[in-house]
């Protein structure tokens, strides 16, 4: 110490007179709430018990731990690697492992991640959270760090350590000591010390405040007492010389602290005192040669769990550069969890934080660590043995690489990024709560120490990668508040208190925002929060007192800020915006009084206001969440809707109101009078308890014009529906519109309805009105709906004795009205018996009707003198007779009536009843509208199991009796019935068949599949006879169709039907069907004699005649002739081809032979080019020559008149040079594409592999990784190496022809989890595989091993030259020149042709020779010059 400076001087010249008083304020009362998050665990245990259900994965225990020595002392690539995820999932080939130059190998083992990053950003939080964290600039600390600067020469700050003091170290060696107030304490150091040493490069006071400790950028560790700012101890001999001091921590012993230096050791410091002597004692934990740590954290645990089981261990947590180790320094040292990353950014920084977190009611700490952009959280527990639990928590993705972590309470979580931003987090959530940029704090970066530029930068590459965005030491966090260092400043966070951040929103003019922020603190649901305390009722008192105050503040901001000019829309439109807030936030408070008093007084001031906030009310009304308002708000509510004319509103709103306490004659009238019915409804009954009036009201509107036979309006009817729903409701005891009546009411309602209904006459009845108005007026109105209200009614009756006596007078009533009234028509007759014969088909009945009551409505309804409403009439009958009226009928005599009225549906339903399946047929076929569905009624009974053998053969003799009917209505539907129940009785319906019309189209239906029939052929057994009787109508009724028909055809005899054809001349299908039974040269001459007589007839022909029709019927005729020869050509000898072919070419030429007589025919050249077609058609099974020697030999050419078909043999010979041409030139493409592809043939096998790494890209290590193992590396073409021990793991084998043949496990897996696509040439390159390079992994020239194991001697492809070969097949198959000759020489030795094809089928078809681009472009032969 006696070269440090004059310590009161440096204090008189850093005087904090800069530091403003307010800031000391906001200071001390930072120091006072970081107390306060001391206890923040024991509140979350007090009312958050079940905060984290995150699941759980136990790293799995091992039976003996292994000793810290043996951890330490073997190489970190040697290591298995221990990854949670897929590492199929990393994307690792990327990073080129040679990029960074470092004494570690492992430590370049970083894979880029940045692959995972989710792109989508989380949106802007600040409107949900508002501001959750408040930063401040310390201005005296920073003002006096920039005067020290100055006036000392202290240097640049470099780093920072907050306790109860804040110390700052400077580039010169010197270490500021401030207190809460911002006063500097002490001067630590001095500048020529700082010259020696180099600049502080890291900081740490213990816990009692009483020590500090420093580390130089050259190496050296001192330390200081803060009480009277002495130099205690100055340390040069605890780490090797030559390295920076990274790291230097205290743990929770102040006599033991933690360094971590630039070649990547960590060293544990003991600090004794032996008889006044102060000494320290170094101990390595970890080797920088084994791999560099560049991250250590201590668990310090605060004073309230100082007797945690946990801290006896003194937990140390360390990040290499490739994994996470947790260890116990106490008792003795051990190893408790090591923590691979996996791969990862080598640029990314390792972070380590420590936090104690309450999870299941019990408080333990939480290490999170990160590297990249994924927070690791994982859960440290003691179990009852003693030993320490190692347990994962969720995960935490991000969208951005971390640079900082900080816990800032057990549940919030400050992330710095790498482009200086401030994110703050939910950790149980995982949601973004806050950003916040802080560039211009303009942080202090640790990159000169990380690579030890002081002592000569003697650092691994690796580790100088990671420093350049380390910032450990400008950081530091102290109860709740974080402190960031600048260049020139220092700056503070920490959280807002509750009301603080609802303030902050209050001073932005969020008020909206304020109140939903407040709201979320009133409801639990907010995060971060701060200041709020007591049991949940007490919170949310304090809050919802605060939301009071806003809301008041709110509303007279809503009436200040109206605009007083301009459009009364705006004006709506300003409080549409402003006042539902208003009401929403009273009635989430509960403050129904604040809303309707205060509230609604101080908004009444304005018209506008007024009336916007009587309809927000509207939906909470509707709701039923709105009840109980003041009689002036209901009133006024009322009063608003009907000024703006929104009746239908006010009628929605009085029904969910209580309205006992207005105005109810006024209300009902207004009701009344607007057409409100409902309304008026609800008002009788509830505000009265009044149920017959409203009735009686309805009855006066719709009862006269249904008297009196007029059709009712559509109001009328509205009221009519209103009055059937209403009466329904009372008598099933349920209130009208919605709820029920009071239990003590519902059979005194009941009553006075059925005793209205049943009344003689209306109170102010007329002498001519009718009997039992009401009931008449119902039935009149709707008479289905009127019964079925009652028909419900009797179904809730008791079967008391009142009860009975009702339902019997109400269905006397009813008959009276009804049966002795002619103004009813058949269907509301209908309905009334409909609905008797249901009530007396009940087990329990006790209503009585005269059975001749039904009679009359049977003789009513088969009224045969009245035609109308046949359908109707039917209809009512049947719906009678399935409710169980009839039981009423006698049933012959009810067939009889049906069967004269022609109500074949009646008919039906009796012969169902009586079983008489047959007479239902002639039901279906007499009825016009029914009688299509006969045929599946027929399929039914004969196919549904259940009906008798002698019911299904009356069927069946009923449909053969009307077998004409059947074939007449649907031939299809005949013939498909027939061929499926009685194949074997074909040929009986067919002689039953008499009309020749009919017979054809039955066996068109039953033969030709093209019909649509569904019948297997092969259940159909038949004769030749029938198929050629079918023939023999088929060219009678439609001889266009008879080869069409013939060619899917098969049960037919040819002679038999050459016979047939011949009967009806019909040419061409007879040359068919010679060409079919073999006689080839009978079809030839047929063809060839229609082909004569149509050329006769063009030859002769004048020019009046049709000359297209005639023209067209010669191509025609000869391209079937054409087709015909080549068809058959295959299969002949040279002489039978041209006893074919010359023939035909004879009948062409004939008519050209005549050209130069006095009547030349019309068509010369069309004749010519039709010849021309013979001949190149002929010269594909033709010899040239002879052609031409035919030619010659003819005695009209033989005589010198070659010149008229001289066009003819120069297109002859055009034709052979063009062949000749294609012929050359495809012989010279298939020899260039032979030598192009045993090119590249042999430069595939000859090809050599050169891996993308130098690691096995399974278990992430080094290739030579196991020396003292037989394990061969596999290189694959796709570049991916692995160990074969990992392959096999993996199941990467597969075994061919006795070979063991590998498959590239990434490429593979990638491609079944979809990640790259099947038809990839690329891909398919890397994933097929088999193609590798066994090694040893001892293959260096010194050893002299093998370095390629050798196949079996056996005459096979090694796996090699197999997958060249596979590359060279995927190159062909394109449109490449060989595919395309490959496949045009197989089309010529498979080519075969149809009889009369139309189109082509086969291979071809889908061929490339059918692909629109494909063109074969040649040059034309050349022209011979004369």
């Known amino acids: 110490m006696e070269n440090e400076p004059d310590q009161e001087n440096v204090e008189q010249s850093l005087c904090a007179k800069t530091t403003e008083e307010e800031l000391n304020k906001s200071f001390n009362l930072e120091a006072s709430l970081s107390k306060f998050s001391y206890i923040d665990l024991d509140k979350e245990l007090e009312f958050k018990n079940d905060l984290i259900d995150d699941k759980e994965f136990d790293i799995p225990q091992v039976d003996t731990p292994p000793t810290l020595e043996s951890i330490l002392n073997e190489t970190d690539d040697e290591e298995e690697s221990f990854v949670l995820e897929d590492p199929t999932l990393l994307n690792i080939d990327t990073i080129d492992s040679h990029s960074y130059d470092t004494s570690s190998v492992a430590s370049s083992d970083s894979g880029d991640r940045t692959n995972l990053k989710r792109k989508k950003k989380l949106p802007d939080s600040f409107s949900l959270h508002g501001s959750v964290m408040r930063h401040s600039l310390l201005k005296g600390i920073s003002a006096q760090i920039v005067s020290a600067a100055d006036k000392v020469d202290a240097g640049l700050p470099t780093a920072i350590a907050v306790s109860s003091l804040i110390a700052v170290g400077t580039s010169h060696g010197l270490a500021l000591i401030f207190d809460q107030n911002q006063a500097l304490r002490l001067c630590l150091g001095s500048t020529s010390v700082g010259g020696q040493y180099g600049a502080i490069s890291a900081l740490s006071i213990n816990n009692d405040c009483s020590r500090l400790l420093c580390g130089f950028a050259k190496g050296q560790i001192t330390m200081w007492d803060l009480a009277s700012g002495k130099l205690l101890r100055s340390i040069t001999d605890a780490h090797p010389p030559g390295t920076a001091i990274l790291h230097i921590k205290f743990t929770d012993d102040p006599t033991l602290a933690i360094c971590n230096d630039s070649g990547g050791s960590v060293f544990e410091l003991t600090f004794k005192r032996v008889m006044g002597v102060r000494t320290c004692e170094s101990r390595c934990l970890f080797s920088g040669s084994k791999g560099e740590v560049c991250c250590i954290e201590p668990l310090h645990s605060k004073p309230e769990l100082k007797d945690h089981p946990i801290t006896q261990f003194s937990l140390l947590a360390m990040a290499s550069l490739t994994k996470i180790l947790v260890i116990g320094l106490k008792p003795s040292l051990k190893v408790w969890m090591t923590f691979p990353y996996g791969r990862m950014d080598p640029s990314s920084v390792p972070l380590l934080a420590w936090h104690f977190v309450a999870v299941h009611n019990y408080v333990n700490p939480m290490l999170a660590f990160c590297r990249g952009d994924v927070v690791h959280f994982l859960l440290v527990k003691r179990d009852e043995s003693g030993a320490i639990h190692v347990t994962k928590q969720k995960h935490l993705h991000l969208y951005y690489d971390l640079i900082n972590f900080t816990w800032i309470n057990s549940r919030t979580v400050v992330l710095l990024d790498s482009v200086e931003k401030l994110h703050v987090i939910d950790r149980q959530t995982q949601e973004e709560l806050e950003t916040v940029e802080i560039s211009e704090v303009q942080l202090v970066y640790n990159s000169s120490h990380f690579k030890s530029l002081a002592t000569g930068g003697n650092v691994s590459q690796a580790l100088a990668l990671v420093g350049e965005k380390a910032c450990y030491q400008s950081i530091s966090s102290y109860g709740g508040q974080i402190f960031y260092l600048g260049t020139k400043s220092v700056y503070v966070m920490m959280l807002r208190s509750w009301r603080e951040r609802v303030d902050h929103l209050l001073k932005q003019d969020c008020l909206t925002e304020a109140l939903a922020l407040a709201w979320s603190f009133h409801e639990g649901k907010a995060k971060a929060v701060v200041g709020l305390s007591g049991d949940a009722s007490k919170r949310k008192a304090v809050v919802a007192d605060r939301m009071v105050e806003i809301l008041f503040h709110y509303a007279d901001r809503a009436l200040k800020k109206c605009p007083d000019q301009g459009k009364i829309q705006v004006m709506e439109q300003h409080f549409q915006d402003m006042v539902p807030v208003i009401v929403d936030y009273c009635l989430l408070l509960e403050r129904k009084d604040l809303l309707f008093s205060q509230m609604y007084d101080k908004l009444s001031e304005n018209s506008v206001a007024k009336g916007v906030f009587l309809e927000c009310l509207e939906p909470y009304i509707l709701s039923d969440k709105l009840v109980g308002m003041t009689p002036q708000v209901m009133k006024d509510l009322i009063v608003h809707f009907q000024d703006k004319k929104l009746m239908e509103n006010v009628e929605a709103l009085i029904v969910h109101m209580d309205i006992t306490s207005l105005d109810i004659q006024q209300v009902v009238l207004m009701c009344w009078e607007n057409r409100l019915y409902d309304a008026m409804i609800y008002v009788y009954n509830r505000g009265m308890n009044e149920f017959i009036s409203p009735m009686e009201k309805l009855f006066r509107v719709i009862a006269p014009p249904l008297n009196a036979g007029r059709t ?227 399929h039914n009974i004969l196919s549904i199991p259940g009906h008798s053998a002698e019911e299904k053969q009356s069927v069946w003799q009923k449909a053969m009796d009307h077998i004409e009917e059947l074939v007449s209505l649907r031939p299809c539907k005949a013939a498909e019935l027939v061929a499926l129940h009685f194949s074997e009785q074909i040929e009986t319906v067919i002689k039953k068949l008499q009309n020749q019309v009919l017979l054809f189209k039955f066996l068109r239906s039953l033969l030709d599949p093209r019909e649509g029939v569904h019948v297997h052929q092969e259940l159909v057994q038949m004769s030749p006879c029938v198929t050629e009787q079918f023939i023999e109508l088929l060219c009678q009724f439609s001889p266009n169709q008879v080869i069409e028909t013939l060619q899917v055809l098969e049960c037919y005899r040819l002679e038999e039907t050459i016979q047939i054809t011949q009967k009806y001349q019909l040419h061409e299908v007879t040359a068919y069907l010679l060409e079919k039974k073999g006689d080839i040269h009978g079809a030839f001459l047929i063809m060839l004699k229609r082909l004569q007589s149509k050329l006769q007839e063009i030859t002769h022909q004048d020019e009046k005649t049709k000359e297209e029709l005639s023209l067209k019927d010669v191509e025609d005729t000869m391209v079937e002739t054409i087709a015909l020869c080549q068809r058959n050509s295959h299969n002949l000898n040279q002489q039978q081809r041209e006893a074919l072919w010359f023939p035909l070419l004879e009948a062409m030429m004939a008519p050209q032979k005549l050209s130069g007589s006095a009547a030349p025919h019309l068509h010369p050249e069309a004749l010519k080019s039709l010849t021309m077609q013979v001949l190149n058609s002929m010269a594909a099974f033709i010899a040239l020559p002879s052609i031409l020697q035919r030619i010659l030999q003819d005695p009209v050419y033989g005589k010198g008149k070659l010149g008229e078909i001289q066009g003819l043999i120069l297109g002859m010979l055009d034709t052979f040079n063009y062949e000749q041409t294609l012929l050359e030139t495809t012989t010279s493409l298939l020899n260039q594409d032979l030598h192009w592809s045993l090119c590249n043939l042999r430069a595939s096998v000859t090809r050599g592999l050169n891996p993308k790494q130098d690691y096995c890209s399974i278990c992430l290590q080094q290739y030579k990784r196991r020396q003292e193992m037989a394990d061969e590396i596999i290189v694959f073409s796709c570049g991916h190496l692995y160990h074969s021990f990992c392959l096999q793991n993996k199941e990467c084998t597969i075994e061919t022809e006795g070979q063991t043949r590998w498959t590239c496990y990434k490429c593979s897996s990638s491609n079944k989890v979809g990640k790259l696509r099947e038809n990839s040439s690329e891909v398919k390159k890397g994933k097929t595989a088999p193609s590798q390079v066994k090694m040893s992994p001892s293959c260096h020239p010194s050893k002299g091993d093998s370095a390629v194991k050798k196949a079996a001697s056996e005459p096979v492809l090694d796996p090699q030259q197999i997958q060249a070969f596979d590359q060279l097949c995927r190159l062909y198959r394109g449109s490449s020149r060989l595919a395309l000759l490959t496949e045009l020489s197989q089309n010529r030795s498979s080519e075969s042709y149809r009889p009369f094809s139309g189109s082509q089928s086969g291979p071809a078809f889908n061929s490339i020779f059918q692909n629109e681009n494909f063109q074969l472009q040649l040059i034309p032969p050349p022209v011979t010059e004369d």
Not at 823 to 835: A, E, K, M, R
């Open 712 to 938: 009712l309006t559509d109001e009328q009817v509205v009221m009519g529906n209103k009055l059937l729903v209403y009466i329904s409701c009372c008598l099933a005891g349920r209130a009208y519109p919605l709820g029920d009546i009071p239990e003590d009411l519902v059979p005194l309602v009941k009553n006075q309805v059925f005793e209205f209904l049943i009344r003689l006459h209306s109170a102010e009845a007329s002498p001519e009105e009718e009997i039992y108005p009401y009931i008449r007026t119902l039935l009149h109105f709707d008479t289905r709906e009127f019964l079925n209200v009652l028909a419900l009614t009797f179904e809730d009756f008791k079967n008391d004795k009142q009860a009975v006596e009702y339902q019997q007078r109400i269905v006397d009533i009813l008959l009276k009205v009804m049966v002795e009234n002619s103004d009813f028509t058949p269907s509301q007759v209908g309905c009334l018996f409909t609905f008797l014969a249901r009530q007396l088909a009940k087990p329990d009945n006790t209503l009585f009707v005269n059975r001749t009551l039904f009679d009359q409505v049977l003789e009513f309804l088969c009224s045969p003198d009245d035609d109308s409403r046949h359908s109707e009439r039917q209809q009512v009958l049947l719906e009678l007779l399935q409710a169980g009226g009839i039981v009423q009928f006698e049933e012959s005599r009810l067939i009889r009536m049906a069967e004269k009225a022609e109500f074949y549906q009646i008919c039906e339903f009796m012969y169902e009843r009586e079983h008489q399946y047959d007479k239902i047929i002639d039901c279906y076929l007499r009825d016009p509208l029914r009688e299509e569905e006969v045929f599946n009624y027929i």
